[in-house]
């Protein structure tokens, strides 16, 4: 298989769920960061294989993918499509290709607002409307069951812009927000329409833009707010091996990403684990944990914990994912160097957030309980603060969270040995 490439800055689980996708279809993968797509990486042979046909950019926040590119990384990506590359934008992938004043333009498209905006937070499945095209695979009148996790949305600005997908309607597992549609009946959503002037439903959606695919210059582009690299989603899988066999232009052999169920399933830690990593696996799932007994977070997916509405599930999430696929890969010597050197911070940051993350999550709880009865016990601004400072902003990062997670994550980075290596071309999963 040819090696496809895939940005790596700022995409959290997502680019931990392309790069898993990726290899369960047999696809060697090389990390790049933005430093090294601005420096030239696109175009480079690696390790003695050919460039990369396919660049990958995951979900995560467009901007701060912008950000970690810089003006000449931004620059670099666009030759690579212009000579003949190929671009698969996940969510935030495919909105950093739109036409905005941080985008590629590799797309005349702009991202589309939402009505309200909790209509933003909307996560499961939903069935689609595929349109015939090349990169479409043949549904026999079949609507597929897609994944979208808190999708951005296309606003159709003309131009030679192919629809590959639209929107139909919700199918399973399809929540607002800390509500799943389907355990409310229907003439509920009437009723608060009419009562309350709340529309929570995701009828706004119908017949919009799912999946997208222009041409900018010789190269290609496809965008999707659908998450098709989702693990164990068949139909999303099916679509996903095809676009890239044909962007790649190779014969995939199979179609099915493997489950992911490092919350599920948590595995045995090995003896090449450093010992501060093991501590923060078991500190994070206890974390966890606690969340769930007090009815905070709940169990989603096997790979995605649920959580009520303002509440950093999404965060804790991240960092878990993150923290399973460092103690699942063997290290490397620059991961080993990189470790000794930080682990004193690491465990220092450890030890303050672990101790005030759980006294933030309880007095979360104690506010909820005095909702109606003492609405002021506990004060919003002070709650707001502590969990910005903790656990950072969901799309933005920072935090004393966002920093740990961040050593995490250029750990593991190293561990693959990504740049210009030879353990750029490994297909193990984590």
């Known amino acids: 298989m040819p090696p496809i490439a895939m940005l790596w800055d700022d995409a959290h ?5 392309s790069l898993r996708a990726l290899r369960s279809l047999g696809f060697p993968v090389r990390l ?43 620059r670099a990506i ?5 000579h003949g590359g190929r ?23 702009i991202r589309a607002d939402y009505p309200q905006r909790i209509l933003h937070l909307i996560s499961g499945y939903v069935l689609a409307d595929p349109c015939s095209h090349a990169l479409t695979p043949d549904w026999q009148d079949r609507k597929p069951s897609l994944p979208v996790w808190w ?22 597992d399809f929540w607002i927000a800390d509500i799943a549609l389907e355990s409310v009946p229907r003439h509920i959503f009437e009723d608060w329409k009419s009562r309350y002037g709340v529309n929570f439903t995701a009828d706004f959606l ?14 290609e582009y496809v965008l999707s707010y659908s998450h098709l690299e989702t693990p164990d989603s068949p139909d999303a899988n099916i679509w996903f091996a095809h676009i890239l066999s044909r962007l790649a232009g190779v014969r995939v052999e199979h179609s099915h990403v493997a489950p992911w169920q490092f919350l599920s399933q948590p595995r045995p830690l ?26 905070l977070f709940f169990a989603r997916t096997p790979w995605l914990m649920g959580w009520k509405q303002g509440l950093p599930g999404g965060m804790c999430t991240n960092l878990l994912a993150a923290l399973d696929a460092a103690c699942s890969t063997e290290p490397s010597r620059a991961a080993l160097s990189f470790w000794q050197e930080y682990e004193p911070e690491v465990r220092e940051l450890a030890r303050t957030f672990f101790v005030r993350a759980e006294g933030y999550l309880l007095a979360a709880r104690l506010a909820d309980t005095l909702l109606v009865s003492m609405p002021n016990a506990v004060d919003k601004a002070s709650l707001a603060k502590e969990r910005d400072h903790l656990f950072g902003h969901p799309m933005l990062g920072k935090g004393i969270l966002g920093r740990i997670l961040a050593l995490v994550e250029e750990y593991f980075y190293l561990c693959l040995e990504a740049a210009d290596s030879p353990g750029a071309d490994r297909t193990d999963l984590f």
């Open 13 to 17: 689980i997502w680019g931990l769920m």
């Open 32 to 74: 790049l960061k933005g430093r090294d797509i601005a420096q030239g990486a696109l175009f480079r042979k690696q390790a003695g294989a050919e460039p990369a046909r396919v660049l990958v950019v995951p979900g995560g926040s467009a901007n701060l993918k912008a950000e970690a590119l810089g003006e000449a990384g931004k």
């Open 78 to 82: 666009c030759d690579y499509i212009r």
């Open 87 to 109: 671009y698969l934008g996940f969510c935030g992938g495919a909105g950093l290709a739109l036409s905005h004043s941080r985008g590629l333009a590799l797309c005349p498209w």
């Open 151 to 172: 999708p951005g949305r296309f606003h159709n600005s003309g131009g030679d812009v192919s629809v590959l997908a639209r929107y139909r309607c919700p199918d399973r």
């Open 206 to 219: 119908t017949d919009t833009e799912l999946i997208v695919t222009g041409h900018s210059g010789e190269g």
């Open 270 to 295: 090995e003896s090449f684990v450093p010992q501060t990593l093991c501590s923060l696996i078991a500190q994070t799932r206890e974390l966890i944990a606690l969340a769930v007994e007090h009815r």
